[in-house]
C-alpha cells in the first residue's frame, strides 16, 4: 500500500506537495485504495476531518466546520458510480 501523500499535523498540509489534506493526489491514492469500499471511504474521511477539527481548537483556532467538510468529504461523489465488475 503505497500513499505517501499523508496529511502532516496538526497543520493538516500534504508532507509531499504542502497543500491542504487531502490533497488532489492524497484523494486520488484513496479512491484507488477505497475502490468500491465508498462508505469506509467517508467514515476515514469523517474521522480525519474530525482530528483536524480537533488539532486545530488544540491549537487555539477556530476552524469552519463547513469548509472542513467540503474539504475531507466534498469531494466524494455522492452519486455511487454504478460499476459492474468485468471479467474478461
Ligand atoms: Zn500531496
Redesign the pocket.
Known amino acids: 500500500m503505497l500513499r505517501p ?1 499523508l496529511p502532516m499535523r496538526p497543520a493538516w498540509l ?1 508532507r ?2 504542502a ?1 491542504p489534506w487531502p ?1 488532489p ?2 484523494r486520488l491514492d484513496l479512491s484507488t485504495e477505497f475502490h468500491g469500499h465508498t462508505v469506509a471511504l467517508a467514515f476515514y474521511l469523517a474521522t480525519m476531518m474530525r482530528d483536524a477539527l480537533d488539532d486545530t481548537y488544540r491549537l487555539g483556532g477556530r476552524p469552519d466546520p463547513t469548509a472542513l467538510h467540503a474539504r475531507f468529504l466534498g469531494w466524494l461523489s455522492p452519486t455511487r458510480r454504478p460499476r459492474r465488475t468485468e471479467h474478461h
Open positions: 501523500h500534504c509531499i506537495c497543500a490533497c493526489a492524497a
